[in-house]
C-alpha cells in the first residue's frame, strides 16, 4: 500500500483519503483483534489496542509513530 498520502498535512483531502484507505485495509486485511488494531500514532506507539474512530483521531491529532511501516 502507498504512503505518499502521509506526507501530506493532516487536515487535507489527500490526508484523509489515504487514513480512510488505510483503516479500511487493516481492519479488514491486517490482524485486526475483533474490533481494534495496535494504535500507530506517535503517542499509544504500536502498544495499544484501539477502535477505528479512536485510531482514526489520533492519526488526525498526532500523526504516525516515526518509522512507521507495516
Not at 33 to 49: A, K
Not at 62 to 68: A, I, Q
Request: proline content about 3%; some cysteine; charged content about 30%.
Amino acid at each position: 500500500m502507498m504512503k505518499e498520502w502521509a506526507k501530506f498535512s493532516r487536515f487535507s483531502k489527500e490526508y484523509i483519503d489515504g487514513l480512510e484507505s488505510f483503516l479500511d485495509f487493516t481492519y479488514t486485511r491486517g490482524r485486526p483483534q475483533e474490533r481494534e488494531i495496535l494504535c500507530p500514532c506517535t503517542d499509544c506507539r504500536n502498544y495499544v489496542w484501539a477502535r477505528r474512530h479512536v485510531v482514526y483521531d489520533h492519526l488526525i491529532a498526532t500523526d504516525f509513530l516515526k518509522g512507521y511501516n507495516v
